[in-house]
């Protein structure tokens, strides 16, 4: 165990869990959006794995990855309209539907991705490389963590305050929230509640495949069956454990990938506890966040709530 406190790990655990973070904190800023409007879309796993899959593709023919990034998220805006289409027109119920496209999304990448390779070897490319910030990459112990990272990194975090002057400055971000708080005065004013949260699950489900873009841009050259492991969950349990605020959703993220980060580095220096310990410690994590944290404070009045226009 004394090895991950080594100085030169310890730095790697957290330089690391700032990349591993971006994955998590792009999904959870498009699930925050998403549940503000008063949606639950617990297909976050589901449109995480299809832009893992959708990315994989067209990195291994094309080697670009600002068109896996984009055909990413267009994968992402087909999530978030079917699952528009069922949760805000057919007003399924939103956990039936968001589990059911999970099953839906694990089942199809899988069948697709057997489906390209054929039974021959998954064909491989090379991940995309850091962006150092000329400068303030320089700086001691600071410098590699914060301005040593890939771009999308850099966008994730800066997303977070944009994300909250949107929600709490801007006009169509006050009506975003009030379709989860109160639609009814949406309807009055002449407004559609429908198209609020349409457009906030579009945004959503588009962040959330473009955080499983990332994944597969950064970390991994090849594709494997539900290779998103769980962090599409985590980006929800975030947002409930930040209070459905953007700041505090990122300190909970910031936890996870931390914990997730001491595990690939635990495997990495031979710790003698076994590995499947530390793989667990992020969802623990996650429980006892939600067991410790009971304020809601946050959480919108009509949050999964199907709205019924008078």
Excluded at 236 to 261: C, H, K
Aim: include cysteine.
């Amino acid at each position: 165990m004394s090895e991950l406190l080594a100085p030169d790990i310890l730095m790697s655990i957290i330089t690391a869990a700032m990349g591993v973070a971006t994955v998590i904190l792009l999904a959870a800023l498009g699930e925050l959006v998403t549940e503000r409007s008063g949606i639950w879309n617990m297909g976050v796993e589901g449109a995480m794995l299809f832009g893992c899959l959708i990315a994989y593709l067209v990195m291994a023919e094309t080697g670009s990855p600002v068109l896996a990034a984009m055909a990413a998220m267009a994968s992402g805006l087909a999530a978030g309209l079917l699952i528009g289409v069922m949760t805000v027109t057919l007003r399924v119920d939103h956990f039936v539907t968001g589990l059911g496209f999970n099953l839906l999304a694990s089942g199809l990448t899988l069948f697709w991705f057997r489906s390209y390779v054929g039974g021959g070897k998954p064909p491989s490319y090379s991940t995309i490389n850091e962006f150092p910030v000329p400068l303030l990459s320089e700086i001691p112990v600071i410098g590699p963590i914060l301005f040593d990272q890939h771009l999308l990194t850099y966008a994730a975090f800066l997303s977070v305050p944009f994300i909250a002057f949107f929600l709490r400055r801007t006009t169509y971000g006050l009506e975003t929230r009030a379709a989860g708080e109160n639609p009814q005065f949406l309807e009055a004013k002449g407004l559609s509640v429908a198209t609020r949260q349409y457009s906030a699950l579009l945004f959503g489900s588009a962040l959330t495949a473009l955080g499983g873009a990332f994944l597969m841009m950064a970390f991994a050259d090849q594709f494997r069956p539900d290779i998103s492991g769980g962090r599409g969950w985590l980006a929800i349990v975030a947002v409930i454990a930040g209070n459905w605020r953007p700041v505090r959703t990122m300190i909970a993220v910031l936890i996870f990938a931390f914990l997730d980060s001491v595990a690939v580095h635990a495997q990495g220096v031979g710790v003698d506890i076994p590995y499947q310990f530390f793989l667990m410690l992020p969802y623990v994590a996650s429980i006892l966040l939600l067991v410790m944290i009971r304020s809601r404070s946050g959480q919108p009045a009509k949050l999964g709530v199907p709205y019924l226009k008078h």
